[in-house]
Structures are given as C-alpha cells and as structure tokens.
T-cell receptor
Framework: NAGVTQTPKFRVLKTGQSMTLLCAQDMNHEYMYWYRQDPGMGLRLIHYSVGEGTTAKGEVPDGYNVSRLKKQNFLLGLESAAPSQTSVYFC??????????FGPGTRLTVL | GQQVMQIPQYQHVQEGEDFTTYCNSSTTLSNIQWYKQRPGGHPVFLIQLVKSGEVKKQKRLTFQFGEAKKNSSLHITATQTTDVGTYFCAGASTDSWGKLQFGAGTQVVVTP
C-alpha cells in the first residue's frame, strides 16, 4: 500500500519549458488535489478533482492545467514554465471531505 | 473569499514548556483540520473538528473549535523535541466540496 506517490521528486526547468507532474494513489479515493507550497504562505490549492473525469479550479490555477482520466491518477501540467512557478508541489487525496493524504512532494525550480 | 489566518507564524519553545497556536477564519466553517509537517516532509493529518465548541485531545495535544465555528486552537503541553515542525490549520466552508483553505502555519522550534 504505497498511499500517494508523486513523480518526479525534483526537477529544474528553463523558462518556457513544459512538464507534467504525476500523482498516483492506491486508496480508491474520489477526491484529489494539487497544492503549491511557498515559504510563509502555507499550502495553496491549484486545482482539484471530485471524481474521475472531473476537474475544477482552486485558489491559484493560472499557468496550470490538470487531467483526471483515471481515478487513481491526477496530472498537473505546466505549459510554459515561469520563475514564479518555482515551488514545492504537493498532491493529496481523500475519500470525501475529510482527512487528506499527502504525497512526498515535487521540488520544482524554474530558471 | 474565505481567509484563514494563523498566529504566531513562529514559536520558539523550551523543552517542557506549553504553547498554543491560533487559527481564525473570516467565514463560518463546516469543519477545521490540523496538519503537521516535519522539516523536509509532507503535511500529515492530525485531527478534524466538526462541532461547535468541540474539544479533542491526542496525548499532549488539545484541539478546540470555537462556538461560532470561526476559530480554533492547538495547545501542546510539555513540549518535546519530537514536536518540532510546522502546524497548519485548514478550514472547509460549507460549500467547499472538500476544498481546504490552509493557514500560513506555525513553525515550532524546540530547544532542549
């Protein structure tokens, strides 16, 4: 039982490059979330999903896209990376509107 | 929109002392959750409070939810070095579909 996994763990991009972060969960959770964490700002919700095939915008969605084609996977895409997107990205999942289980995070640097 | 404020941002504690971190929401919450993040780690769920005035204890940790469901507190007694980390509160509004608004966190440093 791996819980929530994220790939990659670290990544360095140049401005304008694109990339996809993958989140996978093996707990059969309906809800999945992508957050970014910046110093002194807590966790801010980027996008979330309440079920397979559904996605919705969170607090800071600009510059990101997501897809949830399979229940266990939630992908976060950056089409044209900017230095302001340098952050630690966490994926989380939950059964419903309660406890969220977080992945180990992806540390992204955009030069 | 909903905002969750958390104070203090930083707490330096001597081992054995008590401390409290506070969380305030601009709107009434349906529930509030608390998470702990160790340095270099990911947030880990501690507890969820749902009822007005609710108090829950986990060993040396006491969590309270205000009567108006707009504020919460975490009190730790006899702090230990294992309590080091950042504690986040996260509030859910009634129409949030599971979305949480996280506070900025209280970073706790413990000196022996």
């Amino acid at each position: 039982n791996a819980g929530v996994t994220q790939t990659p763990k670290f990544r360095v991009l140049k401005t304008g490059q694109s990339m996809t972060l993958l989140c996978a969960q093996d707990m059969n959770h309906e809800y999945m979330y992508w957050y970014r964490q910046d110093p002194g700002m807590g966790l801010r919700l980027i996008h979330y999903s309440v079920g397979e095939g559904t996605t919705a915008k969170g607090e800071v969605p600009d510059g990101y896209n997501v897809s949830r084609l399979k229940k266990q996977n939630f992908l976060l895409g950056l089409e044209s990376a900017a230095p302001s997107q340098t952050s630690v990205y966490f994926c989380a999942s939950s059964y419903s509107t309660d406890e969220q289980f977080f992945g180990p995070g992806t540390r992204l640097t955009v030069l | 929109g909903q905002q969750v404020m958390q104070i203090p941002q930083y707490q330096h504690v001597q081992e054995g002392e008590d401390f409290t971190t506070y969380c305030n929401s601009s709107t009434t919450l349906s529930n509030i959750q608390w998470y702990k993040q160790r340095p270099g780690g990911h947030p880990v769920f501690l507890i969820q409070l749902v009822k007005s005035g609710e108090v829950k204890k986990q060993k040396r940790l006491t969590f309270q939810f205000g009567e108006a469901k707009k504020n919460s507190s975490l009190h730790i007694t006899a702090t230990q070095t294992t309590d080091v980390g950042t504690y986040f509160c996260a509030g859910a509004s009634t129409d949030s579909w599971g979305k949480l608004q996280f506070g900025a966190g209280t970073q706790v440093v413990v000196t022996p």
